[in-house]
Every structure is written in C-alpha cells, then in structure tokens.
C-alpha cells in the first residue's frame, strides 16, 4: 500500500531502484486486497440487503 493509505497495483517498472525492489516484489507477492474476501463480503451483503427489503415470503413452498 502506499504511504498515503491508497491501495494501488503493485508492478516492476522503471521507477524501482535497488532501494525499494525488496518492497516492490514483496508487495507484488503480498497483494493489499484480499480478493476471495471481497467476494464474500460483496454476496453477503447483497444477501442481507434482499432479506431487509420487508417482502413477504411465499407460504407453502416454493414458487416459479
């Protein structure tokens, strides 16, 4: 992550110096989002926000 707190793509470009390859690879290696997390978190939002919306639910069964 950068030092302002913004998360950013991680790459090898020119402006890596011997000073902060170490840090390039690692955050390369070690990304700031956790991907399978936000996924996860995205459906389980979407989730709770339809059970929220006050619709009655079908009685004795499913409906198609």
Do not use: C, W
């Amino acid at each position: 992550m950068q030092e302002n707190g913004q998360h950013h793509v991680a790459r090898i470009d020119e402006t890596v110096t011997s000073a902060n390859l170490h840090e390039r690879a690692e955050a390369i290696a070690v990304p700031d989002f956790d991907y399978v997390q936000q996924g996860i978190d995205a459906v389980i939002s979407a989730v709770a926000r339809h059970g929220q919306r006050g619709e009655p639910k079908p009685k004795g069964g499913a409906e198609h």
